[in-house]
């Protein structure tokens, strides 16, 4: 598997996003999280990205259990962002508000890393900005926990390039994470150029596009009912009609290139430079198999324009309101 850098954190070039293992998805199979979690490092891919709210916190528990022993092989990010103060495993209810304060960072470490079963995170995010608390008093806090050795760096996730300046200014900052895809090309001008000015890797989550791109589904009704991209914006009435053209298109090139199409959808995202690293989420170790080869799929200048010219652009907001409204742009 070849390797990238994140600012100065080496990983695989294709991570793993572990979030489908346990949460919004559908139903899951936590003996296949766990196998799917081993072959990736087999197939060189160490790069585990998960969070706190994934779950809840059933994620991080299931990546302590698939990595025991393995520690020191994998680099595992998660993610802090709202109060765990008295949540339970999987209950949602107990899960608290939003909360960027110093108090809540160093608590919410503690958390994470008795889940993970480790005694560090490589790569800790926000995962999303606090309106309410200055983004200084966030990474001044995070800032602190690298000293103390629970964390080796930090990042944000779904921030603004304003955001990002500032953090960057009072510690250095290893990578953000933002949606971008084929179909989610909005950080291109701002957040990506913003990164690269100022030296930070970037991490695109969901580059296939919630499984759309890869053809898992052509409609919502295939899905589980408590699979959260029935009511995707994305996902329904005239704009997933839309969207279809988008996604057969995607197949239509991919076809005639000779791979999959998360497999064009996974190399269009490497082809964008060497500093993204796109962590493709699976729950299948079947899936996880085809995404590696992805590394190796080079796209021609000619290629990459096509794609450009003849993909067209989404229909309908990445999320719903609310969940747009959680973004920091």
Request: hydrophobic share 40%.
């Amino acid at each position: 598997m070849k390797r990238r850098l994140l600012r100065d954190l080496e990983v695989s070039a294709v991570g793993l996003g572990c979030m489908g293992m346990s949460a919004f998805y559908g139903s899951c199979d936590e003996d296949e999280g766990v196998r799917t979690i081993q072959r990736a490092l087999e197939l060189g891919i160490d790069f585990l990205d998960t969070a706190q709210i994934y779950g809840p916190l059933t994620n991080e528990l299931l990546i302590g259990r698939a990595i025991e022993g393995h520690r020191e092989e994998y680099v595992i990010a998660t993610k802090f962002s709202r109060r765990m103060d008295g949540a339970k495993p999987g209950d949602w209810s107990s899960v608290g508000p939003q909360d960027g304060s110093a108090e809540h960072v160093r608590a919410s470490i503690e958390g994470s890393l008795k889940r993970l079963g480790t005694d560090y995170v490589d790569l800790y995010y926000q995962h999303r900005v606090d309106p309410n608390v200055p983004i200084e008093e966030t990474v001044g806090a995070l800032a602190e926990l690298v000293e103390d050795g629970k964390i080796r760096h930090i990042g944000l996730s779904e921030a603004a390039p304003e955001t990002i300046r500032r953090a960057n200014a009072v510690h250095p900052i290893t990578a953000v994470q933002t949606e971008y895809s084929l179909w989610s090309r909005d950080p291109e001008a701002g957040v990506l150029k913003t990164c690269r000015e100022l030296g930070i890797g970037f991490v695109p989550y969901s580059p296939l596009g919630r499984g759309f791109l890869a053809g898992r589904f052509t409609s919502p009704d295939e899905l589980d009912e408590n699979d959260f991209r029935r009511t995707g914006p994305r996902f329904t009435g005239e704009n997933l009609e839309a969207n279809l053209q988008l996604a057969a298109k995607v197949k239509e090139i991919a076809a005639e290139k000779g791979v999959t199409p998360a497999q064009l959808a996974i190399a269009w995202v490497l082809a964008r430079g060497d500093d993204l690293v796109p962590i493709p989420g699976t729950k299948r170790c079947e899936y996880l198999e085809q995404n590696a080869i992805a590394v190796d799929i080079e796209l021609t200048a000619e290629e990459l324009a096509r794609i450009d010219a003849e993909v067209p652009e989404p229909a309908g907001d990445r999320y719903d309101a609310a969940g747009m409204a959680s973004v920091n742009l």
